[in-house]
């Protein structure tokens, strides 16, 4: 029950895009279509941005999008704006248990 | 409207226990799996239980795997969380969740204090 490898942070301007990767194994991310994602401001509680890889729930725009390759799952930000800066956590099924990342600051320039 | 409203947190020496609820309104409580989720002062997220629509299955992390212990009341639409033998680095604030393969509603949390 390692948690998923993110990169600490990452930054852009506004209206340019960021990737944020999250990396597992064949055990979580790359056994499953069940990686989500969370946006997460300070004090606040986690907000769920992607479900099932790609999905985006009702009321998220479409600046943000999922994917996967093997072992590692990707959050796209595209034309970034003040308010997507906060922490990001991607999670992953591991039946029958589950496993957050370890968490990306996104900064906006 | 979905809501989650924890209770239950505060402040507990090492080796006490605490019993945190979630109060679940707004969506067929008994229809769901529901879980536990902390989070440490400045660190990440961790998954900590899921409990399965009827309670026959639960499953933990496994720090706290003979320790916590999660259960529910479908005719009270709650959730809990019975800590037991607490320790310092179970210090967080904890969020229940309802759970559909992913995490799509959250309560706003309460927070866990072990120290001496």
């Known amino acids: 029950q390692s948690a998923l490898t993110q990169p600490r942070s990452v930054s852009g301007s506004p209206g340019q895009s960021v990737t944020i990767s999250c990396t597992g194994t064949s055990s979580d991310v790359g056994g499953y279509n069940y990686v989500s994602w969370y946006q997460q401001h300070p004090g606040k509680a986690p907000k769920l941005m992607i479900y099932d890889v790609s999905k985006r729930p009702s009321g998220v725009p479409d600046r943000f999008s999922g994917s996967k390759s093997g072992n590692t799952a990707s959050l796209t930000i595209s034309g970034l704006q003040a308010e997507d800066e906060a922490d990001y956590y991607c999670?992953?099924?591991?039946?029958?248990?589950?496993?957050f990342g370890t968490g990306t600051k996104v900064t906006v320039l | 409207e979905v809501q989650l409203v924890e209770s239950g947190g505060g402040f507990v020496q090492p080796g006490g226990s605490l019993r945190l609820s979630c109060a679940a309104s707004?969506?067929?409580?008994?229809?769901?799996?529901m879980s536990w989720v902390r989070q440490a002062p400045g660190k990440g997220l961790e998954w900590v239980a899921n409990?399965?629509?009827?309670?026959?299955?639960?499953y933990y992390v496994d720090s706290v795997k003979g320790r916590f212990t999660i259960s529910r009341d479908n005719a009270e639409n709650s959730l809990y969380l019975q800590m037991n033998s607490l320790r310092a680095e179970d210090t967080a604030v904890y969020y229940c969740a309802r759970v559909s393969a992913y995490f799509d509603y959250w309560g706003q949390g309460t927070l866990v204090t072990v120290s001496s």
């Open positions: 409990i399965k629509q009827d309670g026959s299955e639960k």
């Open positions: 999670c992953s099924y591991a039946g029958p248990s589950y496993v």
């Open positions: 707004g969506f067929t409580f008994s229809s769901f799996w």
